[in-house]
């Protein structure tokens, strides 16, 4: 406890006040023996007005020799001010380094959101950059692992924009980058020579570099990449804790860096795959016309259950080879199985001529699979000859081929058979028949006829309705045709759920006959 009149001078100073404040004792003034911040406290509580009542306190801080006080005044009857003097040096230092540790928590978990809130992964290397320089570092580089021999950065300056580089460069001229691109540990930054930094390392302008931290950013069992932070010379080096909290955001980053690069990865396999599935863009062959349209069970996928395929013949003249199935089940698993019987039937063009051959191995290779699954099935051969397009059809399983005639009617084909992939012998009868010029055969899957929908929501779309609208489907292209049909399908349906639908139309184009030469050649047709 220190007492203190109203004109500065000390009257009491007991044993613990005076090992703070060693020169005063009564009779000695203040401002000789007190630091400024403690006599300005007393002189503005014992100014004249400065307060109406004798125990009013305002407790001030400040530092005497490196350690910080809090002193708590009380005003006497007499006007005299006792200050009594408390250490607060530990507790203030813990409650900084509570708030340093609530900063860097929210810093962390804001550093998570905003990383795995984008599965890009030269986004997520920006991000990484920008919030390493704005909180860790006065320059940050996100670096990848190098493909082709040259290495992906991301550089940002604190208050700057994320640079990208692809550079050819070593990182092993780095001591450190090269092992933590490995996934090894990081090594300490004071064992890091600050004047080892290639140029490449540090952005034009920036000057000295007074220390650096090199971490590897850790992924899903392989590393991310690396992160390295400079700080300028004139700037406090990396204490021991912040390299802890760089190797803590370090681990987000890179857990977010692979996450990204694994999304990459999958998807790049799955549009490969997707390629392979999905159902191809069909276009006149050999004279014939053909188009197709799939829609899948669910609008956020591309495959699923439903396929068709048009094989062109091998030799000039030849039939085309059509096929049209739909799997049971529906999205990947069915999309899986639809790829393999695909092709199947690809290796089994050579006897496309002998449909119930074909279809009696593809039968086989289904029950000698691991899949449980079946496939009603029609093949298509179609040959122009002519003016004409000659067709053989056999359904296995399948609804039956559609023709609609120059005159308007809707014929079904009667060709019948068992499904594909369930008993151990199928039977299949093919029938043949012919495509006069803008005649066609509509192929297509149960999802059509089967969807639900109408005025009252439960009502299937139905085979007479299908052949009542293809039947207004006189003269149309084949491709006309089959945008009528999907589009009679989604207004039935409305937004209700859906089988997977897939149609294919042949037709046989509109010709005109060119004249005998003469009167002595026949004549010929042309599309």
């Given at each position: 406890m220190l007492v203190v009149d109203t004109q500065g001078v000390v009257v009491r100073c007991n044993d613990a006040a005076g090992l703070i404040l060693a020169a005063a004792v009564p009779g000695s003034s203040l401002v000789d023996v007190a630091p400024a911040w403690l006599c300005a406290a007393h002189t503005g509580l014992v100014s004249p007005g400065a307060h109406a009542a004798a125990d009013v306190e305002e407790t001030v801080r400040g530092t005497i020799d490196g350690r910080r006080f809090e002193a708590h005044p009380t005003v006497r009857g007499d006007g005299s001010v006792a200050w009594w003097l408390v250490d607060d040096t530990d507790h203030q230092l813990a409650r900084e380094a509570l708030l340093i540790e609530r900063e860097r928590t929210a810093f962390l978990a804001k550093a998570s959101n905003v990383l795995l809130?984008?599965?890009?992964?030269?986004?997520?290397?920006?991000?990484t950059a920008q919030m390493a320089a704005e909180s860790l570092a006065d320059v940050a580089l996100a670096i990848a692992p190098s493909r082709s021999s040259r290495l992906p950065v991301v550089t940002c300056l604190r208050g700057g924009a994320p640079v990208r580089a692809d550079m050819s460069v070593n990182p092993d001229d780095?001591?450190?980058?090269?092992?933590?691109?490995?996934g090894f540990p990081p090594v300490p930054s004071r064992w890091i020579d600050p004047a080892a930094a290639p140029a490449w390392v540090v952005p034009e302008g920036f000057g000295p570099v007074g220390s650096i931290v090199i971490t590897p950013l850790p992924g899903h069992g392989v590393p991310a990449g690396a992160l390295v932070l400079l700080r300028k010379a004139e700037t406090a080096s990396f204490s021991s804790e912040e390299e802890v909290f760089a190797r803590l955001f370090a681990a987000r980053a890179g857990a977010?860096?692979?996450?990204?690069?694994?999304?990459?990865?999958?998807?790049?396999?799955?549009?490969?795959?997707?390629?392979?599935l999905m159902p191809p863009a069909l276009h006149r062959i050999s004279g014939v016309d053909f188009a197709g349209g799939y829609r899948p069970s669910a609008d956020h996928e591309r495959i699923g259950g439903d396929f068709y395929d048009v094989h062109p013949a091998s030799v000039e003249g030849g039939a085309s080879l059509v096929s049209i199935g739909d799997v049971c089940g529906k999205g990947l698993e069915a999309a899986v199985l639809t790829g393999k019987i695909r092709n199947t039937l690809h290796a089994l063009l050579p006897m496309a001529d002998d449909h119930s051959r074909m279809l009696g191995l593809l039968n086989t290779a289904l029950l000698n699979s691991h899949h449980a699954r079946f496939v009603t099935l029609v093949l298509a051969s179609a040959r122009r000859r002519g003016n004409q397009v000659d067709l053989a059809l056999t359904s296995a399983g399948h609804p039956s081929p559609l023709i609609i005639r120059a005159d308007g009617t809707v014929e079904e084909v009667d060709t019948r058979g068992t499904l594909i992939g369930a008993l151990p012998a199928i039977t299949a009868s093919t029938i043949t028949d012919s495509l006069a010029p803008g005649e066609s055969c509509v192929?297509?899957?149960?999802?059509?006829?089967?969807?639900?929908?109408?005025?009252?929501?439960?009502?299937?779309?139905?085979?007479?309705?299908?052949?009542?609208?293809?039947?207004?489907c006189v003269g149309m292209p084949a491709e006309g045709i089959v945008e009528h049909v999907q589009m009679l399908a989604a207004q039935w349906l409305g937004n209700r759920r859906h089988d997977d639908m897939a149609v294919v139309v042949i037709s046989a184009p509109r010709t005109h006959h060119l004249s005998a030469v003469n009167g002595h050649t026949r004549g010929r047709f042309t599309a």
């Amino acid at each position: 406890m220190l007492v203190v009149d109203t004109q500065g001078v000390v009257v009491r100073c007991n044993d613990a006040a005076g090992l703070i404040l060693a020169a005063a004792v009564p009779g000695s003034s203040l401002v000789d023996v007190a630091p400024a911040w403690l006599c300005a406290a007393h002189t503005g509580l014992v100014s004249p007005g400065a307060h109406a009542a004798a125990d009013v306190e305002e407790t001030v801080r400040g530092t005497i020799d490196g350690r910080r006080f809090e002193a708590h005044p009380t005003v006497r009857g007499d006007g005299s001010v006792a200050w009594w003097l408390v250490d607060d040096t530990d507790h203030q230092l813990a409650r900084e380094a509570l708030l340093i540790e609530r900063e860097r928590t929210a810093f962390l978990a804001k550093a998570s959101n905003v990383l795995l809130s984008s599965l890009n992964l030269q986004r997520c290397m920006d991000v990484t950059a920008q919030m390493a320089a704005e909180s860790l570092a006065d320059v940050a580089l996100a670096i990848a692992p190098s493909r082709s021999s040259r290495l992906p950065v991301v550089t940002c300056l604190r208050g700057g924009a994320p640079v990208r580089a692809d550079m050819s460069v070593n990182p092993d001229d780095v001591p450190g980058l090269g092992e933590a691109l490995r996934g090894f540990p990081p090594v300490p930054s004071r064992w890091i020579d600050p004047a080892a930094a290639p140029a490449w390392v540090v952005p034009e302008g920036f000057g000295p570099v007074g220390s650096i931290v090199i971490t590897p950013l850790p992924g899903h069992g392989v590393p991310a990449g690396a992160l390295v932070l400079l700080r300028k010379a004139e700037t406090a080096s990396f204490s021991s804790e912040e390299e802890v909290f760089a190797r803590l955001f370090a681990a987000r980053a890179g857990a977010a860096m692979s996450a990204a690069r694994l999304y990459a990865e999958q998807t790049a396999i799955t549009d490969v795959l997707m390629r392979e599935l999905m159902p191809p863009a069909l276009h006149r062959i050999s004279g014939v016309d053909f188009a197709g349209g799939y829609r899948p069970s669910a609008d956020h996928e591309r495959i699923g259950g439903d396929f068709y395929d048009v094989h062109p013949a091998s030799v000039e003249g030849g039939a085309s080879l059509v096929s049209i199935g739909d799997v049971c089940g529906k999205g990947l698993e069915a999309a899986v199985l639809t790829g393999k019987i695909r092709n199947t039937l690809h290796a089994l063009l050579p006897m496309a001529d002998d449909h119930s051959r074909m279809l009696g191995l593809l039968n086989t290779a289904l029950l000698n699979s691991h899949h449980a699954r079946f496939v009603t099935l029609v093949l298509a051969s179609a040959r122009r000859r002519g003016n004409q397009v000659d067709l053989a059809l056999t359904s296995a399983g399948h609804p039956s081929p559609l023709i609609i005639r120059a005159d308007g009617t809707v014929e079904e084909v009667d060709t019948r058979g068992t499904l594909i992939g369930a008993l151990p012998a199928i039977t299949a009868s093919t029938i043949t028949d012919s495509l006069a010029p803008g005649e066609s055969c509509v192929l297509y899957t149960d999802g059509i006829t089967e969807a639900k929908g109408g005025p009252m929501g439960d009502d299937l779309f139905g085979d007479e309705r299908l052949k009542r609208a293809l039947a207004g489907c006189v003269g149309m292209p084949a491709e006309g045709i089959v945008e009528h049909v999907q589009m009679l399908a989604a207004q039935w349906l409305g937004n209700r759920r859906h089988d997977d639908m897939a149609v294919v139309v042949i037709s046989a184009p509109r010709t005109h006959h060119l004249s005998a030469v003469n009167g002595h050649t026949r004549g010929r047709f042309t599309a």
